[in-house]
């Protein structure tokens, strides 16, 4: 094997890897050697049928806790919660400008070996080093387990894809065939939070009502959460603006979307059949602050040479269209709205706004080079079907 084939077998290792599911650890030590802890993901059970359990963990031979936990003798594992993600991050350097201590950033309570454990993991393992061996850039430690901590509440802090996730439960399936029907019935489905109220609501209605039996998965955030929940595989398919998207997507455009002006029904500009950038020059405008949808909306200002007055700002349509309710101004949406009153209960109106800026596409992405499931394959059909209709 050349230099080149073991680089790429690295990092498809490494990516491979990525997608195992742990939970996040932080081990810790005590003794002559002194106070050490780093954060792991590699932690297993060995066996439960030595004269004490086992367990194994691997640190980073350049990390001080591995010497550490070799001259004392001792390690704690410490399995945290799904809240407690910051402890993980101090434990693996993210926060040293903060605490010169990473000890500092929780309570800790001494085992009986005198390993340090966090005063409220969800579980934690007082181990002795059985036997340390060191194979590439790890140690393996074996640690003898002397007694556990339980935690009576809370669920364990998840690591995958790079990011922290939380467990929950899944219920299993009384045939191989109910959980073969089941899997291809799920589509894990991406949508930009701003964009998925004024659509996704009514298109899985229309599908429930028209007997698909497809179970979703819905993953909301904004344009840039979405797209890293498709490269990662997270989702199969997503409903996102064409704004800004990754060449490693495949596009397929829905429909146009042309902007509105949001106004109090009592505006005096609620008066006009459409509005253009210079008839909003002068007024006070709530801007919804999240892109893709605030850079179009700023860009429509720029190409019609007006400075738009922006008083107030928002991540929330909901927070945008409350504000427009209590008169604060004005506000640009990306598709005209199906209710005129807002989340208070103040009346609301939408205009056209006529612009030269093009009007924002609506599409649906996915990762290239990924063959689609039947399930994405029929949410495609059902998308293309219903915005047709709407149009």
């Not at 094997?1 to 599911?21: E, I, K, Q, V, Y």
């Not at 969800?122 to 590439?136: M, P, R, Y």
């Not at 309710?325 to 598709?335: E, H």
């Not at 030269?356 to 079907?385: H, M, Y």
Request: hydrophobic residues 40%.
């Amino acid at each position: 094997m050349n230099n080149h084939d073991s680089t790429d077998l690295r990092a498809n290792f490494l990516s491979g890897m990525s997608h195992a599911a742990c939970t996040v650890n932080v081990v810790t030590t005590d003794g002559a050697a002194g106070r050490m802890g780093v954060t792991v993901s590699a932690m297993s059970s060995v066996s439960a049928d030595t004269p004490k359990p086992t367990l194994l963990v691997c640190v980073h031979h350049q990390s001080a806790t591995a010497q550490a936990i070799i001259d004392n003798g001792v390690f704690c594992v410490n399995i945290l919660r799904d809240d407690q993600s910051y402890i993980s991050d101090t434990f693996a350097g993210r926060f040293k400008d903060q605490v010169s201590d990473k000890f500092d950033c929780a309570d800790w309570f001494a085992m009986d070996t005198g390993a340090p454990r966090v005063i409220d993991p969800l579980v934690a393992f007082d181990c002795k080093v059985q036997s340390s061996e060191q194979i590439g850039t790890h140690y393996i430690f074996m640690g003898e387990v002397q007694g556990v901590f339980e935690a009576d509440r809370g669920s364990p802090l998840i690591y995958s894809k790079r990011a922290y996730g939380a467990a929950w439960r899944i219920d299993g399936f009384n045939s191989i065939k109910d959980g073969k029907t089941a899997a291809e019935q799920n589509l894990n489905v991406g949508c930009f939070d701003i964009l998925g109220p004024f659509f996704m609501p009514e298109l899985i209605g229309r599908m429930v009502r028209s007997g698909s039996k497809l179970k979703f998965s819905l993953f909301e955030g904004d344009q840039r959460r979405v797209q890293e929940s498709l490269l990662s595989g997270q989702t199969e398919i997503a409903l996102l603006y064409d704004l800004g998207l990754s060449d490693a997507l495949d596009i397929l455009p829905l429909s146009e979307q042309k902007p509105y002006v949001l106004l109090p029904k009592d505006h005096p500009l609620a008066q006009h059949e459409s509005l253009t950038p210079q008839d909003l020059a002068n007024h006070p405008m709530v801007l919804l602050n999240t892109p893709p949808s605030r850079d179009y909306f700023l860009s429509i200002f720029e190409q019609a040479d007006v400075e738009p007055n922006v008083a107030f700002t928002s991540v929330s349509l909901e927070m945008v269209r409350g504000m427009v309710g209590q008169g604060l101004g004005f506000s640009l949406v990306g598709a005209k709205p199906a209710t005129e009153v807002s989340y208070d209960g103040h009346a609301l109106c939408a205009r056209p706004l006529i612009t030269d800026t093009p009007a924002s596409k609506l599409v649906l992405a996915n990762r290239k080079g990924v063959k689609l499931s039947k399930a994405a394959n029929e949410f495609i059909w059902q998308c293309k079907d219903y915005f047709v209709l709407d149009t």
